[in-house]
């Protein structure tokens, strides 16, 4: 089974902290992607992956930054959180041909 | 750009009975494949069904099929004996084919609720 996993499900930070959401996959996928879940809003996406190194902005990119040094792991990076940034965030990779497997989520609080 | 629409932001049913859930999506592609995802309460997002554009055959997956409707660009998701574990959100989702985009367009999601 494909496993992404999420480096915490519940986080609170301060506004103004930098703020780390790491986001692992032991699949070989191709493709990984960051996506932030708000009520009314559905899922949006932040940015995403094609391969190590390389990455595209989605539709909401303003205030975050990604990294993917390796295949399997694609971070999410908050330069100065703000209280607007507080959300559900969701990881999730494919393959080329397959569909989208996400994480279980992180639950961001900024105060 | 493709967008999808998902109408209708909650739906209830009685366990045992069956319900549709409907999804219109926006589109220039002649090929393209189309989702449904379903994210039950504090637990993670699972697919439920994939249909292919080129596919006339309506897919099915045990008690879930859809309706999908090409030229009216409806992907609708029927759950028969719903069960009360059917209970989460449900999302609709669009990609590219394979070769463009592996992003995926989302609605903005419903909310199933099963009664018993």
């Known amino acids: 089974d494909v496993k992404v996993t999420q480096s915490s499900r519940y986080l609170v930070k301060r506004t103004g902290e930098k703020v780390f959401l790491e986001c692992v996959q032991d699949?070989?996928?191709?493709?990984m992607f960051w996506y932030r879940q708000d009520p009314g809003l559905g899922l949006r996406l932040i940015y995403f992956?094609?391969?190590?190194?390389?990455?595209e902005k989605g539709d909401i990119p303003e205030g975050y930054s990604v990294s993917r040094e390796k295949k399997e792991r694609f971070s999410l990076i908050l330069e100065s959180a703000s209280t607007n940034q507080t959300s559900m965030y969701l990881c999730?990779?494919?393959?080329?041909?397959?569909?989208?497997?996400f994480g279980p989520g992180t639950r961001l609080t900024v105060t | 750009a493709q967008t999808v629409t998902q109408s209708q932001p909650e739906m209830s049913v009685q366990e045992a009975e069956t319900v549709t859930l409907s999804c219109t999506y926006d589109?220039?592609?002649?090929?393209?494949?189309l989702f449904w995802y379903k994210q039950p309460p504090s637990r993670q997002m699972i697919l439920v069904i994939r249909?292919?554009?080129?596919?006339?055959q309506n897919a099915t997956e045990n008690r879930f099929s859809v309706n999908f409707q090409k030229a009216a660009k409806s992907f609708s998701l029927k759950i028969s004996d719903s069960q009360l574990g059917d209970a989460a959100m449900y999302f609709c989702?669009?990609?590219?084919?394979?070769?463009?985009?592996?992003?995926?367009?989302f609605g903005k999601g419903m909310k199933l609720t099963v009664n018993p």
């Open positions: 249909q292919e554009a080129y596919k006339q």
């Open positions: 989702a669009y990609r590219s084919p394979q070769g463009g985009s592996e992003k995926l367009v």
């Open positions: 999730a990779s494919s393959s080329r041909t397959s569909e989208q497997y």
């Open positions: 699949m070989d996928h191709e493709n």
């Open positions: 589109t220039s592609e002649s090929d393209y494949y």
């Open positions: 992956s094609y391969d190590v190194k390389m990455k």
